[in-house]
Every structure is written in C-alpha cells, then in structure tokens.
C-alpha cells in the first residue's frame, strides 16, 4: 500500500523529489560511492564542529577555568567568559561555519539547491 502511495505522489510534480530539484532527488540520482562519500564528509563536518562547541564549552569552561582566570579581557576572567558567553558566541559562529561549509560540500558533489 506504500509503495502505490509514493508512486502516485511521484507522478504529481510537486510531490515527488525528482521533480522539484530538490537535494533529496539529487541525493536518489548519485551513484553510491559518491552518496557515501557526500555523508562521511557530511558527518566529518558534524563532528568537527560538535568537537570545537564541546571543547569550547565543557573544556574552556569548567575544565580549564583556573588557568583561563588569569587572563583577563575587558576586566572579566577569561574562564568566566567562556563558561557565560564564550560557548554561545562560538556556536553560533559554527552555526554560519557550518552552513557556509555545507554548501561547499553540496557543490563539490552537484547537490546544491540553486
């Protein structure tokens, strides 16, 4: 029953993926070693940017944060910082990071949306 359900959505354009240029029929057109490719770089970026918001937030924040005290900037301890503004600051910097890295991506594999 599902599948006679998605084949008559993807007979009407604007239902089905193939139709709309979406990345997901891009996605369904690539072959799978480029597929896989595309989400391991996918997923490498992830966890990169994961692994910098951790550090900055859990390590630089309370780890760290005797030895982040002696500096100073703007007459706060740079621990304190860290652990009130800093994280924010850095995830949402990785936040614009991660999008304009993403649509590198989607280019270097032709999945890109315009």
Known sequence: MLAMVKERLCKEPLFCARHTGSIFGKLADMNAENRTAYWRANLRLVALCLSIWFICSY???LLLVEQLNQIRIGGFQLGFWFAQQGSIYIFVALIFFYAWRMNRIDRQFDVHED
């Open 59 to 61: 390590g630089f924040g």
